[in-house]
């Protein structure tokens, strides 16, 4: 009797799993095996990964090659911003040296203007044959300025009067103006500008250029306000060669 009960027990419960397994339209066969009345636990898949071991590794390994390439960057900007500093150096010293140029043979000693000098029998030839303009604005010196350097950067921007040298054809090639005759040159009223505008200091940001006199030494602090004779950066940092910026 027990063994017949149990036989109809047994195919009354598969019977009631094979009615829920269509009802649901299961066709998973993990899920197959979950809904057996026999097996019910799925079979385990194993899968492949990182220990945590091999992910400290690689961590490691990103962050040295990550502190690696920082300082190469940071030369680099360095680099970059050296190469500007030397542009702008060279371009304010520049515009320092042609302004003084065209001063040779200005403004005689108490003069107010430059006067005629085509009519001067050469007296105005200047020993830089670069200079083909002299300046006539002889408001901008004072008596303390006897090298004739710019008395500030702000001249060479806003540009000074100037009148030509009068200089033959042989030797420059041909006059600066030759559309006027040679009176009309050196009366007529010409603005040179020998500066667009002050740079900016790349190591600083700013345009707080650090000047020195002809009368002052190289290695002078501070600035005496006669001329400008030379400009140099206000950085007290250090180049990638050593050398100061202010040194420069």
């Known amino acids: 009797m027990n063994r017949r009960r149990n036989s109809k027990t047994r195919r009354r419960g598969e019977a009631e799993t094979r009615r829920k397994r269509d009802d649901l339209n299961i066709t998973s066969p993990r899920l197959r095996l979950s809904l057996s009345p026999r097996l019910t636990i799925a079979p385990r898949r194993f899968q492949s990964g990182f220990t945590l071991l091999e992910l400290i590794i690689t961590l490691t390994v990103l962050a040295i090659l990550v502190m690696g390439t920082i300082p190469l960057a940071q030369n680099a900007n360095k680099r970059q911003k050296e190469i500007r500093l030397r ?33 001067q029998g050469g007296g105005g030839i200047p020993a830089d044959p670069r200079s083909r303009v002299v300046i006539d604005d002889c408001d901008i010196f004072d008596a303390e300025n006897l090298d004739r350097f710019p008395p500030t950067l702000d001249t060479l921007i806003e540009g000074v009067q100037v009148k030509s040298r009068g200089l033959t054809e042989q030797l420059q090639g041909g006059r600066p103006f030759d559309d006027k005759n040679a009176t009309d040159i050196n009366t007529s009223e010409l603005k040179k500008v020998y500066l667009r505008e002050i ?14 006199s002809s009368y002052q030494p190289a290695d002078s602090e501070g600035w005496d306000e006669i001329n400008v004779f030379d400009v140099r950066s206000s950085s007290e940092a250090e180049a990638l060669n050593g050398e100061k910026y202010s040194d420069w």
């Open 199 to 212: 740079p900016v200091d790349p190591m600083t940001g700013e345009k707080n250029w650090e000047f020195r």
């Open 87 to 119: 542009e702008n150096l060279r371009t304010l010293r520049a515009a320092i040296d042609e302004f003084h140029r065209d001063t040779l043979g200005a403004c005689p000693q108490g003069a107010v203007r430059t006067g005629n000098l085509a009519a």
